[in-house]
């Protein structure tokens, strides 16, 4: 095996200009170069070796091709292989250690493993490929910041909310329509504006209208049904039968405490109730002149128990008033007359007292 340095070939050719080929046929020669052969070319009959024990730099003024027929770039470290390049039907394969990571299609690459980035990863669009279904973030929360809508768009028609795998909820397409289901239940189905509940909607205490409806309240209809059975909840007991309802005033005794009754549903009148008015009697007399001592006479109206008893009665109208006095005058100063009243009028019967009115069934909330 023959060795060769450059000092060795400078020393015995003294800066030897060769035109054409070099030829080192000896298999297992080394050409060596640097003061202490730091650099090494070696064939041993199958493979080439460039040794460096130092560092080694490739400076080209233009472009490095690497052309492996074997389709293998293999990065090693002492030896052993921490990575490499490969070619598989034209289309670039990264490998980390002896493992696929990478692989390219054109424009497209697909990664075999998972890919973790500290700093974030900024993409046109996603798309994960068939046989990937998660994204999983290994601790912490996920938040989805967008500057637009946030669309889902679930070809099978759900979309599953689930707590560590176990589904609490979901939304599904029917026809155009959504259905939302706690757990895998239906508890609420929409036709457009409209929504059927599947169960019951309630508050703490079991029925959402128990809160509207509470002990005290007064429940309304026109339908004879009790609102225990309408309502499914409550005792009810039928309320304020032939009455209206009026609000509270605290400042008026009458109505100053909730279920105060009153009124009447007709009244009669009594003399008491009647209006101030007057009653004009006439008669064929001409007054000369509104004194004292112009009384006219209107009729016999009054006789007493005697012959010679008549009595009739007398009044005059004071000047520039519409008041008349009255007197009765006794043709015998010493009878006792008997004064006979004018005929009754009207009949006493009492009359309606209520305002226009619509009937309802009432009812209030007991227990």
């Known amino acids: 095996m023959a060795t060769f340095t450059y000092e060795s070939i400078k020393n015995k050719l003294k800066n030897p200009n060769v035109d054409g080929n070099l030829h080192l046929d000896d298999d297992g020669a080394i050409l060596k170069i640097g003061a202490d052969s730091d650099l090494q070319i070696t064939h041993d009959g199958s493979n080439g070796t460039i040794t460096s024990l130092g560092a080694l730099t490739i400076d080209i003024a233009t472009d490095l091709t690497v052309d492996v027929d074997g389709g293998d770039v293999v990065l090693k470290d002492a030896g052993t292989q921490f990575g490499g390049f490969s070619n598989s039907s ?3 394969i990264i490998k980390d250690g002896t493992t696929t990571m990478l692989t390219g299609n054109g424009a497209n690459a697909t990664i075999a493993g998972t890919l ?6 900024v993409v046109d669009n996603l798309t994960i490929a068939d046989g990937g279904n998660e994204i999983d973030v290994a601790s912490g929360d996920l938040t989805l910041d967008v500057a637009g809508d946030i669309i889902l768009d679930a070809g099978g028609a759900d979309v599953l909310l689930k707590d560590d795998g176990t589904q609490f909820a979901s939304l599904t397409n029917s026809s155009g329509n959504l259905i939302i289901k706690s757990g895998t239940t239906t508890a609420m189905t929409f036709t457009g504006a409209n929504v059927l509940f599947a169960g019951t909607v309630s508050d703490s205490n079991g029925n959402i209208a128990a809160a ?3 002990v ?7 339908v004879a049904t009790n609102p225990g059975t309408l309502l499914g ?3 009810w007991s039928a309320f304020g039968a032939g009455k209206t309802l009026v609000g509270f005033d605290g400042s008026d005794s009458d109505f100053d405490a909730a279920e105060e009754t009153g009124g009447a549903k007709t009244i009669t009148l009594s003399e008491a109730n009647l209006p101030a008015h007057k009653h004009f009697l006439f008669a064929n007399h001409s007054m000369d002149s509104n004194t004292d001592s112009d009384w006219a006479r209107i ?3 009054a006789t007493g128990n005697g012959t010679n008893n008549s009595a009739s009665i007398e009044y005059f109208q004071s000047s520039g008033s519409d008041d008349f006095k009255y007197r009765i005058a006794f043709d015998d100063a010493n009878a006792a007359p008997t004064l006979h009243p004018s005929s009754a009028t009207g009949s006493g019967t009492a009359h309606s007292n209520m305002p226009p009115f619509i009937t309802v069934y009432m009812w209030k909330r007991t227990a």
């Open 299 to 301: 009729n016999n109206s």
């Open 116 to 121: 973790t980035a500290t700093t974030g990863v």
């Open 216 to 222: 005290g309240a007064i429940f309304m209809a026109v």
């Open 233 to 235: 909840f409550g005792t």
């Open 212 to 214: 509207a409806y509470p």
């Open 90 to 92: 034209d289309h670039l």
